[in-house]
């Protein structure tokens, strides 16, 4: 039974999983920030990458989308920043990151870059509340990505490297 | 900004002409060279993107002023003055077409300097009331939060935290005698957090003492892409006072090119005095620690890259072979594009143009010039060093439909750190 | 008046007064520019500026590099035809240099005519091709005024009728030359007026850019 309580654990897990249970792992952590974003394009993305038995055309179709999602949703330079639709901004980063085909997202580690986009989203957010509360995302990815492995059909403890 | 009048508009466009533009104005033959080598009228065929017909409001006001021929001219009511009219209609190719690039500058056979002339004329452009809406926004909110963005304090301590719990390195806050002070973009800390954390792990394994202040973090200056002087020098002001209180050996510009201009190149002309401290673009350091042995990479690219200059880091700021040499490091398939380096051709979003609303249409319409350059080299992914031109690059590749990835160089160079674990420190100051 | 009296008049003081009219307001154009002068650079420069000032001087000579050659080609060729014509013609011909020794007693050897009267012709061609340009190319014709047109015409005229003159063509010699003369004093009396004034100029803002740009370490 693997314990995840830090990013160190976190990294090497994500990078022992196979391309595949990577995506499905990125799914579940960008679901946790999806309320953040009502791009339903977004929604459409992960709809697709948890889909077991998903395609490349598929999933490159996905990509291209949030390609689109993301680059719309950036805050132009120098603009008063909204914190609510940068928050839309990186949710649509991480979701991009998750459905990248292998060597396309430039990214030096999609699979990270999905799980570090998620807590900007995160941290956008409680800008935009401006409750000062903490960002806790990171523990919620340590759980999320421990029940996850944990599991038995997410072939939880195969390491393909 | 106090309020503005054609009077002051023209007052401070007077108080911008010196030996230098009196100089350029005198010797246009009016050849069009400018207008061959920028890239808003190749990229349109408009000859009103012509460099130097950008500042005809201002050559007149040259003429009726300060040539003799001209005052005759004046006198005999055959040299009408600069109407508010005219400048409101000068406005789109001052501040819409034109990225302050300097590409023209390079290629003017009698040698006028053009883009000197239209950061001056911006000056009175600005004073009379005739800036774009998106810039005046952006440096309000410079002048009275701190960002053109609104980027607070507490937005780069998130950072920071994040910083921590990937790397367990802390971002160090207000560090007396650190040697390196880092500002950073609004831009950067909102949409490319990768690079806080790429220099906290780079510096770390260097060994080299930094630190950001939470008084000065904003590297930006819209001042400069406004042209007002007074906030630019204003924004310039509180970095220096930051640094100097710290009292840092060198100030590190982000990956962004105005800034480094506006630091380095304008600063100590905006207020008046050397600064006690250096200023060097992050690239100069990484270049440096690369030459002291002190930046290890491991590992190589594979995909066949080239680089794009960010104008005011390259050709207007100097900043020409540290790019190259830490490519160099990490790669083995860099190919550069035809025109590179000094000659490179504007990304088309520098200068003002990218927080300028009115811009969108035809900075885009710039982009195609980019375009060519890329389709002709066949690359698979872009780099460059600037967060802006990123952002266009980005955008227009997403809206032509190419498939090239952009990334930043100290991102990439982060990639491939050979890092020790925290245990073994390295060498401390 | 005769032809000879005429001619007599506008070698002598006619030609004279419009050169000092041409002393005395090139004199004043680069002092209205030269007086205002440039304020200091705090910057921490990276390399000289005066050094790299003196090299833009004689590297604007050039296309900033292949590229921008080929994309100004027409206005580079014909703009360096017209110009190396024009300088052949005034320093290189005997007569001409005769007139300098004359004022400035130093003499240099000159080109056999015939040659000089080929430079002649590549300068006449050049600047009619420069000329259809300018009022063909939407670009140019956008930028052009008639200061343009004007100063076309002062350095077009002593051009052709020198030719004339030395070809005996159009009118008797001394009419023919006495014009040529003319047209000299009117170049001479409108350059100051013009972007003519680029001639003494450019040294000054190629100077300038160049240091400038010398100053961050860029140079051209």
Redesign the interface.
């Known amino acids: 039974m693997s314990k995840i309580d830090s990013d160190k654990v976190l990294r090497q897990a994500l990078h022992a999983l196979v391309p595949e249970q990577q995506r499905l792992l990125g799914t579940r952590l960008v679901k946790n920030v999806l309320p953040l974003t009502d791009d339903e394009r977004v929604q459409r993305i992960i709809e697709t990458a948890e889909k077991a038995d998903v395609s490349d055309d598929e999933l490159a179709e996905a990509y291209k989308l949030g390609r689109m999602a993301v680059v719309e949703s950036r805050t132009r330079c120098g603009a008063d920043c909204n914190w609510e639709d940068q928050a839309a901004h990186f949710v649509a980063r991480a979701a991009t990151a998750v459905v990248a085909p292998p060597g396309k997202c430039k990214a030096p580690d999609p699979p990270w870059q999905a799980v570090m986009s998620c807590r900007m989203a995160r941290d956008c957010a409680i800008l935009a509340a401006d409750d000062g509360s903490e960002n806790t995302e990171a523990e919620a990815q340590y759980d999320i990505a421990e029940n996850f492995l944990n599991t038995p059909n997410s072939a939880a403890g195969d390491n393909h490297e | 900004m106090t309020q503005p009048s054609l009077e002051k508009g023209v007052n401070i466009l007077r108080e911008q002409i010196d030996g230098p533009v009196a100089a350029f104005f005198s010797s246009c033959v009016h050849c069009g060279m400018c207008a061959e080598a920028c890239l808003f009228y190749t990229e349109t065929g408009d000859p009103k993107y012509t460099p130097i017909h950008k500042l005809e409001p201002m050559r007149r006001l040259w003429e009726r002023e300060f040539t003799f021929a001209g005052r005759i001219k004046k006198w005999l009511g055959l040299a009408p003055p600069i109407s508010d009219e005219e400048l409101e209609q000068w406005q789109p190719v001052v501040y819409d077409s034109c990225t302050l690039c300097g590409r023209c500058s390079m290629v003017c056979p009698v040698g006028n300097d053009i883009t000197y002339m239209i950061r001056r004329m911006r000056e009175g452009m600005a004073a009379s009331g005739n800036a774009p809406q998106g810039l005046i926004g952006a440096t309000t909110r410079a002048v009275k939060l701190g960002s053109p963005m609104g980027v607070k304090l507490a937005t780069l301590e998130a950072q920071a935290r994040h910083v921590k719990i990937s790397t367990g390195l802390d971002v160090p806050f207000d560090e007396e005698g650190a040697e390196y002070m880092v500002v950073l973009s609004s831009m950067e800390v909102v949409n490319y957090p990768e690079y806080l954390e790429a220099i906290t792990r780079i510096f770390h394994e260097a060994g080299k003492r930094w630190t950001i202040s939470t008084e000065a973090f904003e590297a930006t200056n819209s001042g400069i892409q406004i042209g007002v002087s007074d906030i630019a020098a204003e924004l310039v002001g509180r970095i220096v006072a930051a640094a100097e209180k710290l009292q840092v050996k060198t100030v590190i510009t982000p990956e962004c090119g105005h800034a480094y201009t506006a630091l380095r190149w304008e600063g100590p002309n905006l207020i008046g005095r050397p600064f006690l401290f250096k200023v060097r673009h992050i690239l100069e350091v990484l270049d440096d620690l690369r030459e002291q042995g002190l930046l290890q990479t491991s590992g190589m690219e594979n995909d066949r890259i080239t680089f794009h200059d960010p104008c005011q880091l390259v050709r207007r700021g100097g900043v020409v072979d540290p790019p190259r040499n830490l490519l160099n490091m990490v790669s083995n398939n860099f190919v550069e594009m035809e025109d590179h380096g000094t000659m490179n051709w504007c990304c088309g979003a520098g200068g003002g143009v990218s927080a300028n609303e009115a811009a969108d249409e035809i900075r885009l319409k710039a982009f195609k010039r980019k375009k060519a350059q890329l389709e002709s080299l066949e690359v698979e992914t872009l780099v460059t060093a600037c967060a802006n031109c990123r952002i266009q690059l980005e955008e227009g590749i997403e809206e032509n439909e190419m498939e090239i990835p952009v990334v930043g160089i100290t991102e990439m160079l982060a990639a491939h750190l050979v890092e020790h674990p925290s245990s073994d420190e390295g060498e401390q100051p | 008046m005769s032809g000879a009296e005429f001619l007599l008049w506008m070698r002598g003081p006619g030609i004279s007064f419009a050169a000092l009219f041409f002393i005395a307001g090139v004199v ?2 680069l002092i ?8 200091k ?4 420069l ?1 390399g000289s500026g005066s050094t790299a000032g003196m090299r ?2 004689a590297t ?2 050039l ?3 292949a ?2 050659f080929r ?2 080609l027409p ?2 060729v014909l ?1 360096y035809l017209f110009h190396i014509g024009l300088f052949v013609v005034i320093f290189l011909l005997t007569p001409h240099i005769k007139l300098f020794q004359s004022v400035f007693h130093i003499g240099w050897p000159g080109l056999p005519t015939p040659v000089v009267d080929f430079f002649t012709v590549v300068a006449l061609v050049s600047m009619l091709g420069l000329l259809w340009r300018r009022v063909s ?4 014709r ?4 008639g200061e ?1 047109y004007l100063s076309w015409a002062v350095t077009f005229m002593p051009l052709l009728t020198g030719y004339l003159s030395y070809h005996h063509l159009l009118l008797p010699y001394s009419w023919m030359l006495g014009i040529h003369i003319l047209s000299v004093a009117l170049l001479l009396v409108i350059f ?2 013009t ?1 003519l ?2 001639s003494f ?2 040294f ?7 240091a ?2 010398g100053e ?3 140079q ?1």
């Open positions: 004043l154009r209205e520019i030269l007086m205002l002068g440039r304020t650079n705090l910057a921490e990276r833009t001087i604007r000579f296309p900033a590099d590229n921008t994309r100004s206005t580079i703009g190319n939407r670009l140019l956008f930028l052009s005024t343009d100051p007026f972007k004034m680029h100029t450019l000054i803002a190629r100077y300038y850019n160049g400038i740009a961050k370490g860029v051209q």
